[in-house]
C-alpha cells in the first residue's frame, strides 16, 4: 500500500509534520487499519489556497504507485472539532477522487 499525505501550506511552517509521521509509524488513528507493507511514499503541502499544486502532484504520485492520498488533520480538524475548515477541502478532495485514487480525511487528528 502506497500512501501519500497532502497538509495545509500555512501549517506547514509552524508544523513539521512529525505528528503524521508518528501516527503512521505507530499505526494508530487514521492509519491504523494499513499493514506492515504500507509506505509514505509522498508527503507534500496543498501549495496554498486554493490547493493549486495538489492535482499536479496527484498526476505524479500516480506514476509511483500511489493507492491513497491522506488529507492532513491540518487541513480537516475544522470537519470535527471546531477548528477553522480549509476552505478549499470539499474541492481538493474531489479532484483527487477524480483521478481515481482514494482519499481519507485525516492522519492523527
Known amino acids: 500500500m502506497k500512501i501519500a499525505v497532502v497538509r495545509c501550506e500555512i ?35 496543498c501549495g496554498g489556497c486554493s490547493g493549486r499544486r495538489v492535482m499536479r502532484l496527484v498526476d505524479s504520485l500516480k506514476r ?15 470537519e470535527r472539532e471546531g477548528y477553522l475548515p480549509c476552505p478549499h477541502l470539499d474541492t481538493i478532495r474531489a479532484g483527487i477522487e477524480s483521478k481515481g485514487v482514494k482519499v481519507v480525511s485525516g492522519t492523527h487528528h
Open 11 to 45: 501549517v506547514s511552517e509552524v508544523c513539521p509534520g512529525v505528528g503524521c509521521f508518528k501516527a503512521f509509524n505507530e499505526r494508530r488513528a487514521y492509519f491504523k487499519d494499513y499493514g506492515d507493507d504500507a509506505e509514505i511514499v509522498g508527503f507534500f503541502t
Open 64 to 78: 509511483y504507485g500511489v493507492d491513497v492520498i491522506h488529507l492532513g488533520s491540518c487541513m480537516t480538524m475544522g
